[in-house]
């Protein structure tokens, strides 16, 4: 779609070329959700690709990923063999409603920032236990935990102008085995339920991780394997009815019902 309201596309070299920030003002990734509907109230494109940024890194701590990244970069990328939950990079992936032509345009940090139920950008760095690097206007970066990024449907913890610059994974994340389930209402379509259970080693402590049923990412903790009535406990204290997420996709009671159902298969999964 053509943005008639753009006026100026700013090229910085860095971030901190763009010291003040106004109303009008839009980063540039890579636009997929951007330049899909109307901007009326943005006269002003700031393009992050000059900027640079290497899209994946590697290392003994782990790996961090550029939020300019694209998903087809990351899809492609091959992750150590010694890292258990590598593979679940591949698995959230293919969780988007997209094409081809999405995935060699749209980012990670795009994913992230929308702040939609159904980002499986979201899904993938809340289950590896992601840690954001953010870059506000006037402050120096900060740092804060993937899962609590995420505040609601389509909101978030940015402030004005702060960019999200990278995400970390932790190697003992990456380290972890899995179990991953998800459920939609069309084929290739949007995720309506889509949960993720890790379990450490060598002390067997599992975690479960809901989004798309619900409004914002959902973590469950545990010392070893609960019970099924104790999994069933934790989600509902976990998650009142009004998180649940009501759309076409599915309704509180639908989604509520999945959650029960592959929470059970992926306790019973890791604890096998």
Known sequence: MNLNTIT???????????RHWRDGYAWLAGGT???S???????????????????????QDGIELAATCKIA??????????WS?????????????????????ATIGGNIVMSLPAGPMISLTVALEGIYTLLPRDGPPRE????????????????????????HLPAAALAKSFAFRRSELTHLGRSSVLLIGTRRKPDGGLALMITAATVKPV?????????????????????????YLADVHGSPAHRRHLTYYYAEQIRQELEA
């Open 8 to 18: 100026e596309i700013k090229q910085p070299r860095s971030a901190g070329e763009i």
């Open 33 to 35: 959700w951007l330049f």
């Open 37 to 59: 509907e109307p901007q009326i109230h943005t006269d002003t494109l700031i393009d992050l690709e000059t900027l640079g940024w290497q899209a994946i890194a590697a290392g």
């Open 73 to 82: 970069e990351l899809y492609a990328f091959q992750p150590s063999t010694e």
């Open 85 to 105: 939950a590598g593979s679940l990079i591949g698995e959230c992936c293919r969780a988007f409603l997209s094409s081809f032509k999405i995935w060699n345009e």
């Open 144 to 167: 804060v935990r993937a899962a609590d990024f995420v505040t609601g449907n389509h909101t978030n913890i940015l402030q004005p102008g702060e960019l999200l610059r990278s995400i």
């Open 219 to 243: 973590q469950l903790a545990f010392d070893g394997t609960p019970s099924s009535e104790q999994l069933r406990n934790a989600i509902d204290t976990a998650i009142p009815d009004s998180l």
